[in-house]
């Protein structure tokens, strides 16, 4: 990410990248790739062999696919929800486009307010001043729950309406797939690996229009049956985000690189 969009990093982060570059990822004999849109970046921005690159995708943890909105219902209680709600997940920092997310739903509120809140949950991280001081107003329709346990997350995404996620890079893009796992549609950026995890289980939006967020917003938060055919696509589509396929063909992978077998191309 630091080599692609280095504005929206620390300069601490900047150069830790290119010396993990530089002495780590052209120096491997193999290398695996989260996502093939990372795969891609590798050999496109740091001239790496593709033969070199496997794609293996993550898992997701089995917490997100088995909770239901009825097992999530004590936690949400706790976190003091009680209203349907948008989830926004993720450390708050630039890369993750926030304001235009809060910038489209502020928009939105004066239609779905009363109805809906939007959630913001994550640890502040390195977010400006104005991203922090906006959060931290007492706006209605608006919460910042900060930090929350990882042992809350998978009913936290549950019980959410829907999963705005507008990044604007993503690796892979973990609560994406989380998000889908748990049955929830998602508003997801239409840039880096988001729709390749993403798959049919959301609405795919350029993440620098706020009017594009916002009317992916107001088409699944008005239409109850739209948000239940993306929520089936998505679980079914989170499938392929197991840890145990990914340790099967992570171990056939470190097998051959230490057998000196060339790579394979996915």
């Given at each position: 990410?630091a080599a692609?969009?280095?504005e929206?990093?620390?300069?601490?982060n900047?150069?830790?990248?290119?010396?993990?570059?530089?002495?780590?990822?052209?120096?491997?004999?193999?290398l695996?790739?989260?996502s093939?849109?990372?795969?891609?970046?590798?050999?496109?921005?740091?001239?790496?062999?593709?033969?070199?690159?496997e794609?293996?995708?993550?898992?997701?943890?089995?917490?997100?696919?088995r909770?239901t909105?009825?097992?999530a219902?004590?936690?949400?209680?706790?976190?003091?929800?009680r209203?349907?709600?948008?989830l926004?997940l993720?450390t708050?920092?630039?890369?993750?486009?926030?304001?235009?997310?809060?910038d489209?739903?502020s928009?939105?509120?004066?239609?779905?307010?009363?109805?809906f809140?939007?959630?913001?949950a994550?640890?502040a991280g390195w977010?400006?001043e104005?991203?922090?001081?906006?959060?931290?107003a007492?706006?209605?329709?608006?919460?910042y729950l900060?930090y929350?346990?990882?042992?809350?997350?998978?009913?936290?995404t549950?019980?959410?309406s829907?999963?705005?996620?507008?990044?604007l890079?993503?690796?892979?893009?973990?609560?994406?797939a989380?998000?889908?796992?748990?049955?929830?549609?998602?508003v997801?950026?239409?840039?880096?690996s988001?729709?390749e995890?993403?798959?049919?289980?959301?609405?795919?939006?350029?993440?620098?229009?706020v009017?594009?967020?916002?009317?992916?917003?107001?088409?699944l938060?008005?239409?109850p049956?739209?948000?239940q055919?993306?929520?089936?696509?998505?679980r079914?589509h989170?499938k392929?985000?197991?840890?145990e396929?990914?340790?099967?063909r992570?171990?056939?992978f470190?097998?051959?690189?230490?057998?000196?077998?060339?790579?394979?191309?996915?």
């Amino acid at each position: 990410t630091a080599a692609l969009l280095p504005e929206l990093h620390t300069a601490g982060n900047v150069q830790a990248d290119a010396r993990f570059t530089a002495n780590v990822l052209r120096r491997a004999d193999g290398l695996i790739a989260v996502s093939e849109s990372t795969r891609r970046d590798l050999v496109r921005l740091l001239g790496i062999p593709a033969g070199r690159v496997e794609v293996i995708y993550p898992g997701v943890d089995e917490r997100f696919s088995r909770i239901t909105r009825e097992t999530a219902a004590q936690t949400l209680e706790r976190l003091g929800l009680r209203k349907p709600y948008v989830l926004f997940l993720g450390t708050v920092e630039p890369r993750k486009n926030l304001d235009r997310l809060l910038d489209a739903w502020s928009e939105l509120a004066p239609s779905f307010g009363a109805d809906f809140e939007l959630v913001v949950a994550g640890p502040a991280g390195w977010a400006s001043e104005a991203t922090l001081a906006r959060l931290g107003a007492a706006q209605p329709g608006l919460r910042y729950l900060g930090y929350v346990a990882e042992s809350d997350l998978p009913a936290l995404t549950a019980g959410a309406s829907v999963f705005a996620y507008p990044s604007l890079y993503e690796g892979f893009g973990f609560p994406i797939a989380q998000a889908i796992a748990a049955g929830v549609p998602v508003v997801a950026s239409n840039v880096s690996s988001m729709p390749e995890v993403a798959g049919p289980g959301g609405i795919l939006v350029d993440p620098r229009s706020v009017g594009e967020i916002r009317g992916a917003l107001s088409q699944l938060l008005t239409s109850p049956s739209l948000r239940q055919r993306l929520a089936a696509a998505g679980r079914e589509h989170s499938k392929r985000f197991r840890w145990e396929e990914c340790a099967k063909r992570s171990i056939e992978f470190f097998g051959r690189i230490a057998s000196g077998k060339p790579g394979t191309e996915y």
